[in-house]
């Protein structure tokens, strides 16, 4: 058994706790004690300690295009050339060390479980690899080097296009069909670390009928099922022109629309797409940072909330990874568009960037609490960003003020990752 004391802990809700034991057994929480002193036989941790942080959409290779594409101007589809271009010669040897870093680089921001929208499978030119995931295998190896968890999404891609077959790097992106898709990804053994969850890539790499299979999928193995929807305006035109129903109107008659279901960007969306994924308790994954870089449009956190849907947060391209700037910038855009302030409260931020992270990536976690799984991130309240915060303005100060450089210590399964600022084994 292992014990941190922590001076202030988020246990949920609008305020921390001072004086927080945690006690940790087999990694897992077994016991949390408010009002204690730092004592003997206990770690202490000075500073805010809160629950790991879930980086719920990622694509790791992303990475190598940050700042790589900022001097001329363009649109979301020109950023997808560069993307493509990316992709196109990357070698699971290459993948493994970009993959490793990138996790690192997470690790270091406080995230402690990542959700991998992948979607790179195949050789250049889409023979499968003697292994046919030797790349989904590059990324659960990246995650198990760096300690994180890791929900492998693994996207089915068949169309380059609405009714368009595959063309250049987009065939390294593609199955034969739906089955052959659900034969290799039943190939990905989990771990005590790894789940195996399924992506639909999108109603551009999908037709209906391919979509409503790999919900049956999905649904008979009670894995997540995350898709890409309306991120676009272009790509809502397509669908509507192609099959006169929006994005969320094909995933909802396809049968994809539940609580294990997450529709990742969400941006632009009709009163009825609203009304949908809220009745149907989705989770809609925000990737603010992404979608100002790519011109995509604001999204709307609190529309969503109130219609009944839950929020999470993901780096999507990695222009930058920081799930504080995430969590606030989406608050902050609803703002820009509402001329209203507070739409979303900040612990309502900090659930969806913890708790309903984990839970849109099939993990009971992201709280601290006991049976919840020892993912525990601390910040230091010495840097110049947080230093004077009262005790009370500690859960807005976390998404309002502190920044990934404020992450000193992360635990994940009872185990630290990150001490003092370093990885504990991968190099910086
Ligand atoms: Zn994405």
Request: charged share 20%; aromatic share 6%.
């Amino acid at each position: 058994v292992t014990r941190v004391w922590c001076e202030y802990a988020w246990l949920g809700g609008p305020s921390v706790s001072r004086g927080v034991t945690v006690e940790i057994d087999g990694g897992q929480i077994a016991r949390v004690v408010t009002d204690t002193e730092p004592h003997q036989g206990a770690e202490s941790r000075s500073g805010l300690t809160l629950p790991g942080l879930a980086n719920v959409h990622s694509h790791a290779f992303q990475r190598v295009l940050r700042a790589r594409t900022q001097r001329t101007t363009g649109s979301f589809w020109t950023w997808r050339e560069a993307m493509y271009e990316a992709a196109s010669e990357l070698s699971p040897e290459q993948y493994l060390s970009l993959a490793t870093t990138t996790f690192a680089e997470m690790a270091l921001a406080g995230i402690t479980l990542v959700g991998e929208f992948h979607y790179l499978h195949h050789q250049p030119g889409g023979t499968p690899y003697a292994d046919p995931n030797e790349m989904g295998a590059a990324l659960i190896a990246a995650a198990d080097a760096v300690g994180v968890r890791l929900t492998l999404l693994d996207a089915c891609y068949l169309h380059g296009g609405i009714g368009k077959p595959v063309e250049g790097t987009q065939q390294r992106f593609a199955d034969a069909d739906v089955d052959a898709w659900a034969g290799r990804v039943e190939q990905i053994s989990p771990s005590d670390t790894v789940k195996i969850g399924a992506a639909a890539h999108s109603v551009r790499a999908l037709s209906p009928e391919e979509l409503a299979e790999v919900a049956a999928w999905s649904a008979s193995r009670a894995t997540p099922l995350h898709a890409h929807v309306s991120e676009q305006k272009i790509e809502n035109e397509e669908c509507v022109a192609a099959y006169g129903r929006t994005p969320v109107e094909i995933l909802r008659d396809a049968g994809c629309l539940n609580e294990q279901f997450t529709a990742v960007h969400a941006t632009h969306l009709t009163p009825d797409d609203v009304t949908s994924l809220g009745d149907t308790v989705v989770t809609c994954c925000l990737c603010p940072t992404t979608e100002r870089d790519l011109a995509d449009g604001v999204g709307r956190p609190a529309v969503l909330r109130a219609a009944g849907a839950a929020l999470a947060f993901g780096s999507d391209s990695q222009a930058v990874i920081d799930p504080f700037e995430e969590a606030r910038a989406a608050e902050l855009d609803e703002r820009l568009a509402t001329h209203a302030r507070v739409n979303t409260e900040p612990e309502v931020l900090l659930a969806a960037a913890t708790e309903s992270g984990y839970r849109a990536l099939g993990w009971d976690g992201g709280r601290i609490e006991p049976g919840a799984p020892a993912d525990l991130v601390n910040l230091s309240l010495d840097s110049v960003r947080l230093a004077g915060t009262a005790p009370d303005d500690l859960v807005a100060a976390a998404v309002y003020a502190a920044a990934a450089a404020d992450v000193r210590d992360v635990m994940v399964d009872g185990r630290w990752i990150v001490r003092d600022g370093n990885h504990v084994s991968v190099a910086s």
